[in-house]
Structures are given as structure tokens and as C-alpha cells.
T-cell receptor, first 113, second 111 residues
């Protein structure tokens, strides 16, 4: 079965701690994305990567970091510098371009206490 | 930059009713347009898309037509089912090769 997996589904952290969200895809897609979803605000792009070892900031990159050491993996770290980290985080991938169909993972709901 | 505006929800309909969810856009040129759907507890899925003016995207009984003259891409379905209950996002291709998503419209279908 091809697809995108995100883990864990729910994550709780104390304020001031860094936390890393996992995203893995076995679709052989070049491009991967991280979005943040807040109630009433739709999706906002955090970071994206179109090729291994390269990534670009999206619209709300402050307080986040990513790596793309392998084609199939694109982990997101939410750092203590992120002022309001509680949100639903969605990972996606596409064959190559952002306008190719994006396939989304099931999401991780992060709650910072 | 480009932007997309969709009707606020929630939208509540009875089963078999006709559905329209409005989406209008502001864009330079002719960006690709998309509708994505998010079922409860899941990520988004592409529902349909259109890449040029007058194109009609369709899938699962849903349709949307790329209207250049009204800068719209309204989502329609002739007879909705309870299983269509979800959040629907209109989206467009931005000039910097990113996707811009609308804020989403929550749809409730009552049996």
C-alpha cells in the first residue's frame, strides 16, 4: 500500500520543549510539504522540499525546522521558539511540482501544555 | 499575490439536497484551481481540479467549472449523501509555485 504516514496521531508536550513530527512516504515523490491547520484559517505552508537535501521556507516557517536527508522522509521539528505551537500538522507529497496532486497524511495533532 | 475566498460554513443540508459551495479567486494569469476534501480525522484529498478557463473538473458526483469571467470555481453536487459530510477547501496555484488554500467550508448532511 502506497501512501504517507505521520506519527504520532496525537502528541502532547510541555512548553519550552522541542518536538519532532514524523512524515514518511513510499510514493517515490520528489516533493514534500508541511502545513499547519488552525480552526477557521485553512492550511498554511510551513516548509517544503522539492528534492533531497534541499528545502525552502513557506509562509510561516519561524519557529520550525526541517531536514530532507532521504527522499521518503521529511521530519518537522517544532522548536521552543514557536510562539503558538498547538495545532494540527499535515504532511503532503507530490510527484514533483506543487501543482501536481498533493497526497496528504492523516495529520498529527500537537498540544503544548 | 493570488488569493482565494470561499463561503463560510457550516453548511447544513438534508440528504439528496443540491449543494453549492462558492469559491472566488483573485489571480494574475490563469492558475490551476483545485477542490480538496477533508473527512473527519483525516488529511486532505484532492477532489477535483481544473487547469484552464472553461475546464470542468468532476469526481464522485461533484463538479466545478473554471469561470474566468466571474473568477469563480464553485463546487456543486446534485444530490448529497451523509457520507459527503466533510470540510471542503478551494485552492489555487500561486505565482511562486505554491498552493494557496481557502479557509475551508464545513458541510453537514442530515439523514
Amino acid at each position: 500500500d502506497g501512501g504517507i504516514t505521520q506519527s504520532p496521531k496525537y502528541l502532547f508536550r510541555k512548553e519550552g520543549q522541542n518536538v519532532t513530527l514524523s512524515c514518511e512516504q513510499n510514493l517515490n515523490h520528489d516533493a514534500m510539504y508541511w502545513y499547519r491547520q488552525d480552526p477557521g484559517q485553512g492550511l498554511r505552508l510551513i516548509y517544503y522540499s522539492q528534492i533531497v537535501n534541499d528545502f525552502q521556507k513557506g509562509d510561516i516557517a519561524e519557529g520550525y525546522s526541517v531536514s530532507r536527508e532521504k527522499k521518503e522522509s521529511f521530519p518537522l521539528t517544532v522548536t521552543s521558539a514557536q510562539k503558538n505551537p498547538t495545532a494540527f500538522y499535515l504532511c503532503a507529497s507530490s510527484i514533483r511540482r506543487v501543482t501536481d496532486t498533493q497526497y496528504f497524511g492523516p495529520g498529527t495533532r500537537l498540544t503544548v501544555l | 499575490g493570488n488569493s482565494v475566498t470561499q463561503m463560510e460554513g457550516p453548511v447544513t443540508l438534508s440528504e439528496e439536497a443540491f449543494l453549492t459551495i462558492n469559491c472566488t479567486y483573485t489571480a494574475t494569469g490563469y492558475p490551476s484551481l483545485f477542490w480538496y476534501v477533508q473527512y473527519p480525522g483525516e488529511g486532505l484529498q484532492l477532489l477535483l481540479k481544473a487547469t484552464k478557463a472553461d475546464d470542468k473538473g468532476s469526481n464522485k458526483g461533484f463538479e466545478a467549472t473554471y469561470r474566468k469571467e466571474t473568477t469563480s470555481f464553485h463546487l456543486e453536487k446534485g444530490s448529497v449523501q451523509v457520507s459527503d459530510s466533510a470540510v471542503y477547501f478551494c485552492a489555487l496555484e500561486n505565482r511562486d509555485d505554491k498552493i494557496i488554500f481557502g479557509k475551508g467550508t464545513r458541510l453537514h448532511i442530515l439523514p
